[in-house]
Structures are given as C-alpha cells and as structure tokens.
C-alpha cells in the first residue's frame, strides 16, 4: 500500500462524547450532482469545550453558521473531520450547508442515486458522508428531516418517524418534511426519493393501533411483494407474543433497491432492503430465498428494538444488536417452519463460514478490540457466532428466565446506547444468577475444542463423562468458557435411559427429563451417571447447545444406532455427518497413497437406511444424505489438498449412485409425481428439498444427465428448474449449454434471476471454470457497481470454486486479485469481501502458497487501497 497507514481504532480508548444534540433538522435539495444539505443543530457543550470537531468526508463545505454568525474561515477542515472554534456559549445553534453528489456514488455509502432514486446507507459511518456531524451511535438525537426534489423524477420522498407536512413549490418541485419522535443515533438516519410504486398493508397491534405497512419497489416489481409483506405481518404478531414487543411509529416502511452493499438496513421505520431480500414469486424465487425474505425482514424489523430503542454505545460493541437479533430470527424461521431443520441449517453455516473465519488472520472476537475499518467487522463472527453466545443464554435460562431477562434489559436500558455488559447484567439480575464468565466468550477469539472422554465401568454400573475445553490458538491464556452441554443416553436397543447423576457436589447439573444440561465452567469436569447396567450410546452437545467443535471419539456401531434412533434431530444429522467425513477422511489419505477407494459397510448401511427411512422427515433426509461440504472438509485438515479433497468428494458421490441407483431414481419420481403448484409451506419445501438432492447424485452419472433436462424443462417453480440447472452445471454436456443458454435468454430482464445464473457458472466445477467465469466478468450484464452481481461471480468464485480459484498454476489467484484492485477503486467495501478466499493461504501447499501470497503482494502494493482492503490484506500478510 502507497498512502499513509491507516489508524487503528481500540475499545481501550473509549470516551465519551463531550457534546450533545438535542435536535437535528435537516433539509436536501435533492439534485444528481448538486444535491445541497443543510444540517440545523442544536448543540450542548458538556464540558466547556474550545473547539467542536465533526466528521465528514468527500464533502463540499458552503457555509458554517453559529449562533448565526459566519465562521467558515475561521474553521479548519481535514479529510476527515471540521473543527469548527466555539465561543462561551453552553448551548447554541450550528447550521453547516454541504453539496454532495449522489450520481458519483459508487460506494453506495451515504446518500447515492441508483436506477434513477435517491438511497442512503449510513451504518456504520456513512452520515458522515451526507453533512458533518459527530457521527458515532451514542450521540442520540431527534431527527427531522425536510426533502425537496423535483417531483417528475421523484415522486416519493421518505425519512424516518411519521410524515407531519408535505406540499407544493415552484418550478414541478415540491418537499415532505418528517419528523421522528424518537431519539437515534445518525448511522439510523435514512431518506429515499424516487418513482416508486407501494403495496399497502395494516397490522393492528396488541394496544389496539393501526400501523400503516408499506413496501416501495420499482414499478416493474410490484407484482413480487406479497410474501414479503405476509412476512412482515408474521414478524410483527411474533414479536408481540414471543417478547411482548409492539411497533411504535403510526408507519412503517420497505423499499426495495438493486444497489446496496448490505442484505437490509433498519432505518427507525423506513428500512432499506436489497431487492434480493424483498422480491418474490414462485417463478422467479427459490425456496431458500422465501426463507431468506421471511428471515430478513423479521431481522430488520426485530432492530426496531434490539438495534433502535436500544443501540450500541460503539461499534465495538456491535454483537449487542446483531447477534442478539440474529438469534431472534433464527428463532422466528424456525417457529415459522421447523426447529429441527432450522437448527441444523444454522449449525452447517457456522462451520462453514464462521469456524474458518476463526481459523485465520482475521480472526477475533465477538467483541472485537480493535479496528481499522469498521465496515470489516460486519462479520460470521459477530453476527453468528454472537447468536450462538445469546443461545447460551437461552439455553442456561430456559425461555422464561431469558424473556425475564430481555424485559428487563428493555425496562433498564430504553432509548439508551449500552454495551454489551447491560445485556449480560440483566440477564443476570433477572434471574438472580451469576453470569460473569459469559465475559470471556466475548473477548476471546478462536473456537472453543471441547475434548470429551467416556469411561464405564460395569461393575459399579457408571458412566463417568470427562470434559476438557480448550481454544488451541490460545494456548496459556485461554480462560475457561461458561459452556451449556446437553446429554443423553441411550440403550443398544435404542431405549432412552432415565439419567441418575451423581452430583459429588456439583450444582452445575440440570435434570430434564431423560436428558441433562450440564454448565461447565473449569478447564476440565467430570459428571458421573449411576444405575447404568450396560455400555449406554452417548448422544452428545444435543441442539448443538455451545459453538464448539467437539472431540469425542464414538464408534461406527454408535453413530449408526444414534442415526437410527435418537431423539434429538441435531445429533441424528451429526452422526450421519460424522461418518460420512470418516469416509472422507479414510479415502483422502488412500487416494494420497495411491490405494483404492472404498466405502464402509457401516457407512453404506446407514446412508441406505436414511434413504429407505419413510418415516423420518423429508428435510432431515436431505440434510442427512447430504455429503459434508468442502470448505468443511477442509477445515479438518492442517494442510488443505485441495485435489485429494475434491476427487474424494465426487468419487463417494458417484459411488453411492452405483450403489443406491434404485432407490435415489424410486424417491426421485414418487417425489416428482407429488409436486403440485408450488406453496410455500413445510412439506413441500421438504420434498422438494428431497426431490433436488436425489437429483443431483442420480446426474453424477452420464446417463441420469437427462433427468436434468427434464425438470429443467417442465418445472413450474424456479426451486425445481435451478435445481435441475445448477446439477447440470458441474457436467460437460450439451444439456448444460442448452439450459444455461435458455435460462439466460428467459430471464435476462430479470436482475435477480440472472445473479443466480452467473452463481451457478461461477460455483460450478467444470474443467473450465475459471475461463468461464473470466468470460463472465466481460458479459454485457455484468457490472462493477452493483454489489450483487460482483458477489454472484467474484464472490462465489472466491468461496465456492476450488478448482477454479485454486487452480494449481496460479491463475485464479491471480485473476482474483486484479479483480480486488479494480473493485477497490469503485466500491471498497464489496472489494473486501471478495479479498476473503485469500486469507487462508497458510493452510494449502507450499506451491500454492506462493502463488497466494504473491497476489496478495500484489494488491497490497497497488498504488491507492481502501482502509477496507488494506486492513484485511496486511493482517493476512502479517503486516504490522
């Protein structure tokens, strides 16, 4: 990197503001190039301050009043901050006017034009890019805003709280003036203009008001809002039953853009959501994406208060609302369709996402300590593996204990930015219990290995359970984890056992049912289990209680009785799981000593018996025929080889086809002939989910390719027809080009249609991937700025391509990273999620390694680089 060194930002040095703003008005002259912002504010010095420093960035500075009076001469500007010379005053009022230019946005942070509207995202810096201001979450401020445009070209103008004034003016313009009744912080702040047409919807609380619902969308979209609104309404109802928690504002609105750099944003009652988490109807959306609207929309609107009423007193810390409202999504998803399914699809995203993110050399904590580019910590990290530590709450607590403690989190801590200490101290106090060691899951980073080791003894008929946890990369300073294990046990014949503990003066014990929590606390404990007549199976770490990865060594003959006859869902798929990486494992280290390929007896016995198992749930059977992943895979190994991984994978694949044809073509048409118009419902999404699964082992064969064709063909649903496409797309065959080429020329109008036909090509293992993905990127509708389209190509190859992007000469690495450099200049926050793939390439071979570091040399070099990159690319690199 060229420039400077960016500063790093540490918990450490955190104090707090020495101004308060009581108000805020705010009025844009919305124009492409000249949009113009006064910002009005009323202003208390808190502490006798000489000079007030705001910040800003990328802004035209026109005027800087005070008390009325001109100081723009006297203020000195940086590029990053306005440091404006205060008089005696107390309490006074600052009017500063800006121009910005919307058009020239392509980092679509603050306020920027897209299709032809006006958007704002300002979480986590970027009001500072729209008017100065001190642009940090505790600064809580009541907010009004005025929005002057021209009313040809924007015939919708929107801000946050309630609509108070609207008119005409001169010359076709006309304003709406909105005003928030509640205090925020600025990164909350959002305004939209535009021509956009709305649905309209009421939902009437539990205190008997009427809320105005509405989703803004472009014109051409509005057939496709349906399902977001049902979700909408669905999260309101859950949230009033499950937490007690009821809207507040007499509005609250969606809209629906193709240009943003987040999933959704929830601006106090006018959120801010990428089309991708709006937009829906059976033809054109998937399954998963009906899931991923319904989820979405419950996240952004739960912020209403775990994220809005009460916010973040800093980035630092962020996990406070995120996590915090990630679990309250996953837990709304699963009410709405299965908690078992839910859970397990949770669990698989963690390891495959998270577990390698606290692998690497971005590695850090819920609570991160420090920063260089805040943009950089929206991550698996904080949001994910914070919903996990917010279920360990859940699960110590019980759900009467954590709806205690969550009541009074919101009866203390309302309209308030607090840390993440409030959350954990009224969970603490509600349910009168110590939860201090919940401290340490906050600040330290690495996922925890919990060793478990098993002794009975026959004689004195016991079962003696002894837990060690440890984070490796922690070595000496790693401090024992509060840490929720459920446990069951089993008979051979499957007979779930009445558990008598002998406590030995543990209280950390608890007995429901015939399965136990255990909250371990020590580096190593151990629980003893009496009246065991015989060697019981152990089902272990049952819902997947703590974000751990587990070293507990069972047998074959085990993991097939628990496969067959546990209670728990979660440990049904992990057994599946576990011995399938076993098959895994056994042939990677075959076919890296030139032995033949075999799979198990008991392996086989119990894919065949999950395959033939009628009575188990249609989505449990997907889940549990479905192979470990290879991102997975490979986080089991020190040293990732990525051909032995790859051939393994496809080899198992195939053989089990040779084995099971029978039954997969059987389950394959019974499901086929079931399908009806589509529903959005649990069973049908189950069988599809089944249906798809069979289908993309049968078409790991040459002559089952036709099968591909076929659904491809009469499907009436995009689950079935991207299903049938994506299957098709790891062949060479003619049916390949023949379905991408019709799939392109139906859907081309379609943008978010066409991000999944650029997903496929780019996640597809054909021998030339990374060709094919080069041609992508020169495809007329590709584009640069729009945030979506990169990461259906740039960031799925990344992820998603071994062999493309590992392609043993380098060349993917390479292309990679010229594609971060020329990202970085247009939009540095996309640029740094695309970066990501690069950060392991410690954990591959040594010729690879080379060539990885060699291209991260390269961006690192490169004559101008973001904050956003830079940080990410010299923390690989070791870079101090």
């Not at 940086?78 to 020239?104: V, Y």
């Not at 304003?175 to 649905?199: M, R, S, T």
């Not at 910590?377 to 917010?390: H, N, S």
């Not at 280290?589 to 009575?615: D, I, M, P, W």
């Amino acid at each position: 990197m060229k420039n400077d060194t960016p500063v790093v930002h540490y918990l450490s040095d955190y104090q707090a503001p020495e101004f308060e703003f009581n108000a805020l008005y705010l009025t844009f002259d919305l124009k492409t190039t000249e949009t113009i912002v006064i910002n009005q504010m009323q202003v208390k010095n808190l502490s006798n301050q000489t000079h007030l420093i705001l910040d800003g960035e990328n802004l035209k500075l026109l005027s800087v009043l005070l008390e009325g009076e001109e100081l723009i001469q006297l203020c000195q500007q940086t590029q990053e901050n306005l440091i404006i010379p205060l008089t005696s005053q107390s309490e006074f009022e600052l009017i500063i006017k800006t121009e910005i230019a919307p058009e020239k946005n392509t980092a679509l942070e603050g306020l920027y034009r897209t299709s032809g509207n006006y958007c704002t995202q300002c979480e986590a810096e970027g009001f500072r890019k729209i008017t100065y201001f001190m642009d940090r979450p505790d600064v809580l401020t009541l907010f009004t805003t005025k929005i002057i445009a021209d009313k040809t070209e924007n015939a919708v103008l929107l801000s946050n709280g309630n609509l108070i004034e609207s008119g005409e003016l001169a010359d076709n313009r006309h304003y709406a003036i909105w005003e928030d009744p509640f205090k925020k912080p600025c990164y909350l702040f959002a305004l939209v203009a535009g021509n956009l047409e709305c649905i309209q919807d009421t939902f009437r609380t539990a205190d008997n008001r009427d809320v105005d619902l509405r989703i803004y969308v472009e014109p051409k979209n509005i057939d496709k809002c349906e399902h977001a609104m049902t979700s909408l309404k669905k999260s309101m109802q859950w949230d009033e039953e499950r937490f007690g928690l009821i809207y507040d504002l007499d509005i609250y609105m969606i809209v629906a853009v193709d240009d943003f750099n987040m999933g959704a944003m929830e601006n106090k009652g006018l959120n801010v959501f990428n089309s991708k988490f709006v937009l829906a109807k059976p033809e054109t959306a998937t399954d998963v994406d009906y899931e991923g609207i319904e989820a979405v929309i419950g996240h952004e609107y739960f912020h209403n208060w775990t994220g809005n009423r009460v916010t973040c007193r800093d980035w630092f810390q962020l996990t406070l609302k995120e996590g915090l409202t990630v679990f309250r999504d996953q837990e709304f998803t699963a009410d709405m369709l299965s908690p078992e399914v839910k859970r397990i699809e949770d669990v698989k995203r963690l390891r495959s996402n998270q577990f390698p993110e606290d692998a690497g050399p971005m590695s850090h904590p819920i609570q991160p300590q420090s920063y260089i580019e805040m943009n950089n910590f929206y991550t698996m990290t904080v949001y994910e593996k914070g919903a996990e530590v917010v279920r360990l709450y859940h699960s110590l607590l019980g759900e009467q204990g954590f709806r205690k403690g969550m009541d009074l989190y919101f009866k203390r801590h309302d309209g308030q930015a607090v840390t993440v200490n409030d959350f954990r101290n009224a969970m603490a106090d509600a349910n009168n219990i110590d939860l201090s060691q919940m401290h340490h899951w906050y600040v330290q980073n690495g996922t925890p290995v919990l060793k478990v080791d098993v002794v009975y003894d026959d004689k004195a008929q016991s079962l003696k359970v002894e837990f060690t946890q440890t984070i490796p990369s922690l070595s000496d300073n790693f401090k024992p984890l509060l840490m929720p294990v459920k446990l069951a046990l089993f008979s051979k014949a499957g007979e779930l056992l009445e558990l008598d503990v002998i406590l030995d003066g543990q209280d950390s014990v608890s007995l429901m049912a015939n399965e136990v929590l255990i909250s371990l606390t020590k580096l190593s404990q151990t629980v003893t289990f009496g009246n065991i007549v015989e060697e019981p199976v152990v089902s272990l770490l049952r819902g997947f209680t703590s974000p751990v990865i587990l070293d507990f060594e069972q047998s074959d003959e085990d993991l097939a009785s628990l496969i067959q006859f546990d209670t728990d869902s979660f440990v049904q798929w992990e057994s599946m799981q576990k011995l399938a990486l076993r098959e895994v494992k056994r042939n990677i280290q075959a076919y890296e000593t030139g032995s033949k390929l075999r799979l198990s007896s008991h392996f086989l016995s119990a894919f065949k018996g999950v395959l033939s198992n009628h009575c188990l749930d249609n989505a449990l059977r997907a889940l549990a025929l479905t192979l470990p992943d290879l991102t997975y895979i490979g986080e089991q190994y020190q040293q990732v080889n990525i051909d032995a991984i790859y051939h393994v994978h496809r080899w198992i694949k195939v053989e089990l086809v040779n084995q099971f044809e029978t039954f997969f073509k059987a389950l394959y048409e019974t499901l086929s002939s079931t399908s009806v118009s589509y529903q959005y419902q649990k069973q049908d999404i189950a069988n599809r989910k089944l249906k798809n699964v069979c289908l993309q082992y049968l078409i790991g064969k040459d002559n089952h390719v036709s099968l591909g064709l076929e659904q491809f063909e009469t499907s009436h649903n995009m689950t079935d027809a991207l299903a049938a496409l994506e299957s098709l797309s790891h062949t060479d065959s003619a049916e390949r080009e023949f379905c991408l080429n019709a799939f392109y020329d139906r859907w081309k109008e379609d943008s978010l249609v066409i991000d999944k036909w650029f997903s496929l090509q780019a996640a597809s293992h054909h021998i030339h991937a990374l060709e094919h993905v080069k041609a992508l990127v020169e495809h007329k509708d590709f584009t640069y700025t729009n945030p979506n389209r990169v990461r259906s190509v740039l960031g799925v190859f990344g992820r998603l391509n071994m062999l493309g992007f590992h392609r043993a000469n380098g060349d993917g690495y390479a292309f990679l990273a010229e594609q971060v450099i020329k990202l970085d200049s247009i939009n540095p926050q996309v640029a740094a999620r695309i970066v990501a793939p690069f950060t392991h390439w410690q954990r591959y071979d040594e010729k690879r390694q080379q060539l990885m570091k060699k291209s991260l040399n390269v961006i690192v070099n490169a004559d101008t680089l973001s904050k956003d990159v830079y940080e990410i690319v010299s923390k690989s690199l070791n870079i101090s």
